[in-house]
């Protein structure tokens, strides 16, 4: 069985901070994971996904395999950045890439 | 262009009633998603259609439940004597292609509430 898990329901910090969303999954195949974004009345949107090594918004996360750990992560955290963020798993032996999600991280930045 | 459209944005309806929630992928995507997202839980998978065929129906929570996407296209959630747990909102999300892993595109939700 495949599941996702974000440790932190609320993560507050100040404007400019540093700010680190952890998010653990459990996987018996080659994972394939992502975050997602929703922000204030928008829809869910891909943020990033690990194969593509790139940063989006100022947002990095990188596939630690040997933790089974995908944590995002960005130096300098922006009020706009504040959303609820879904940690999420596929992979090549899942069913038409169907995704797990975690059960969110609800990011607030602070002035 | 136009994303992911899910009418109606919000259902209310009585125990036991039946509800249908539409969803219109994106023009050309194959691969049709169901999630159901509880309140204060991450999305939770449903049923995935690769065309018009159910490729993998193992999240449907029971035999009240069932979707259809007669012509590949726009998909119909059915829920049969609706129950209070059943209230959650309904996501709906569309693929290219289903081998290019996670590109899923979100619709709005419908939110449904049985009361």
């Known amino acids: 069985a495949q599941r996702v898990t974000q440790p932190e329901k609320l993560l507050s910090v100040f404007k400019g901070a540093p700010v680190e969303l952890k998010c653990n999954y459990s996987y018996s195949g080659s994972p394939e994971l992502f975050w997602y974004v929703q922000y204030s009345r928008q829809r869910l949107q891909l943020l990033l996904r690990h194969i593509s090594r790139e940063s989006i918004k100022g947002f990095t996360a990188d596939l630690n395999k040997g933790e089974t750990s995908f944590h995002l992560k960005k130096p300098f955290a922006q009020e706009e950045d504040s959303a609820m963020y879904y940690c999420a798993l596929s992979g090549l032996e899942t069913s038409g890439s169907r995704l797990t999600f975690g059960e969110g991280t609800q990011l607030t930045v602070n002035p | 262009g136009a994303g992911v459209s899910q009418t109606p944005s919000n259902k209310v309806t009585e125990k036991g009633k039946y509800v249908e929630l539409r969803c219109d992928p994106i023009s050309g995507h194959t691969a049709l998603y169901w999630y159901r997202q509880s309140l204060g839980q991450g999305p939770e998978f449903l049923i995935y259609?690769?065309?018009?065929?159910?490729?993998?129906d193992s999240g449907l929570p029971n035999d009240r439940f069932f979707a259809v996407r007669p012509e590949g296209s726009v998909s119909t959630l059915k829920i049969q004597r609706t129950e209070r747990g059943d209230s959650a909102v309904y996501l709906c999300?569309?693929?290219?292609?289903?081998?290019?892993?996670?590109?899923?595109?979100f619709g709005p939700g419908t939110r449904l509430t049985v009361t």
């Open positions: 259609f690769q065309g018009t065929g159910a490729a993998d």
């Open positions: 999300a569309s693929s290219l292609n289903p081998g290019q892993i996670g590109e899923q595109y």
